[in-house]
């Protein structure tokens, strides 16, 4: 469970949040609680999978697991992007390729078999 309260103490763009984790309350700080709130929620849901998965009671070993599972998720989705963007450009390359040789043949009146455009 997290609550939002904002707090001029330290800046007025700062809120403070209380949000509560595996059972444990933190106040944390920031621009956007909705989002600290969302963030506290995705991390109590990994240390709960986690620990109905291994049974322990450990929460600092329940924290090591769930954020490498959080990390393991992040290096997933950053290395599938990363492999979109190199795709993206690859084709981007190649279709730029193509457009020069269309041009080249249209400015030259000439197919690249040697045939006369036209």
Do not use: C, W
């Not at 969302?38 to 450990?58: C, F, I």
């Amino acid at each position: 469970m997290a609550t939002a309260s904002k707090s001029s103490a330290a800046s007025p763009d700062a809120a403070s949040v209380r949000v509560e984790i595996f059972d444990q309350a933190y106040n944390l700080r920031g621009t956007d609680p909705e989002y600290i709130i969302k963030l506290a929620d995705y991390v109590d849901s990994k240390m709960r999978a986690v620990s109905e998965q291994t049974h322990t009671v450990d929460t600092a070993r329940l924290a090591v697991l769930a954020a490498l599972n959080i990390a393991d998720e992040y290096h997933l989705l950053k290395r599938n992007q990363d492999g979109s963007k190199l795709d993206y450009l690859k084709r981007a390359n190649h279709l730029s390729e193509v457009l020069n040789e269309a041009l080249d043949e249209a400015l030259d009146g000439t197919h690249k078999d040697g045939r006369r455009a036209g």
